[in-house]
Nanobody, 123 residues
Framework: QVQLVESGGGLVQAGGSLRLSCAAS????????MGWFRQAPGKEREFVAA????????YYADSLKGRFTISRDNAKNTVYLQMNSLKPEDTAVYYC????????????????WGQGTQVTVSS
């Protein structure tokens, strides 16, 4: 089992920045990739970004490229999501997820999920 705990969410004004963290514990040696997803009120959960646990490959939702950056610190077993130029439509619960098999934008490829952290962007 892998446990994931997100932190760093909160309330920010439009145009501001936030950095989310996701700390992994447990069988982290089994993790192949980490991803961030988000779910806005009344909408389905959507892919945000993903990164391989080893190597430098990163992947983003096309609509978020240039504003969001995913990174990882293997020594700390932590993945980050730097979010800049935030917009009210970025308001959502942000979830961290871990996959033991592949990098993917699809939820079903992820084996473990965090509890989520709320991000609210005011206009």
């Amino acid at each position: 089992q892998v446990q994931l705990v997100e932190s760093g969410g909160g309330l920010v004004q439009a145009g501001g920045s936030l950095r989310l963290s996701c700390a992994a514990s447990g069988r982290t040696f089994s993790v192949y990739a980490m991803g961030w997803f988000r779910q806005a009120p009344g909408k389905e959960r959507e892919f945000v970004a993903a990164v391989r646990w080893s190597g430098s490959s990163t992947y983003y939702a096309d609509s978020l490229k240039g504003r969001f950056t995913i990174s990882r610190d293997n020594a700390k077993n932590t993945v980050y999501l730097q979010m800049n130029s935030l917009k009210p439509e970025d308001t959502a619960v942000y979830y961290c997820a871990a996959s033991e098999t592949r990098v993917s934008a699809r939820e079903r490829e992820y084996d473990y999920w965090g509890q989520g952290t709320q991000v609210t962007v005011s206009s």
